[in-house]
């Protein structure tokens, strides 16, 4: 079991910058990669942007050049790094994280992101 925790959404306006942080606890060994997805009212969960151990990192077209994950290992946790934000980047964002060998995802709570215009 994997549980996480995450912070640091709000309330921005329109080119401002807000920084996510995830914390993960339990079977935290067995973790493959973690991300980020969001959802806006009324629209499906898409997926912002993810990083897959040892290194590699990926990231929507809607957010390339403006959001920036990092993993750090020692205190168990990613981050969502947001820059000049907009206002469709509005949404509740929510953490995730994949285990190794059998693929199963782990959610967080989420945590809301509003960008005002």
């Known amino acids: 079991q994997v549980q996480l925790v995450e912070s640091g959404g709000g309330l921005v306006q329109a080119g401002g910058s807000l920084r996510l942080s995830c914390a993960a606890s339990?079977?935290?060994?067995?973790?493959?990669?973690m991300g980020w997805y969001r959802q806006a009212p009324g629209k499906q969960r898409d997926f912002v942007a993810h990083?897959?151990?040892?290194?590699?990192?990926d990231y929507a077209e809607s957010v390339k050049g403006r959001f920036t994950i990092s993993w750090d290992n020692t205190k168990n946790s990613v981050y969502l790094q947001m820059d000049s934000l907009k206002p469709e980047d509005t949404a509740l964002y929510y953490c995730?994280?994949?285990?190794?060998?059998?693929?199963?995802?782990?959610w967080g709570q989420g945590t809301q992101v509003t960008v005002s215009s």
């Open positions: 995730t994280a994949v285990m190794r060998g059998s693929g199963f995802q782990y």
């Open positions: 339990g079977s935290i060994f067995g973790i493959d990669a």
């Open positions: 990083f897959i151990k040892p290194g590699r990192t």
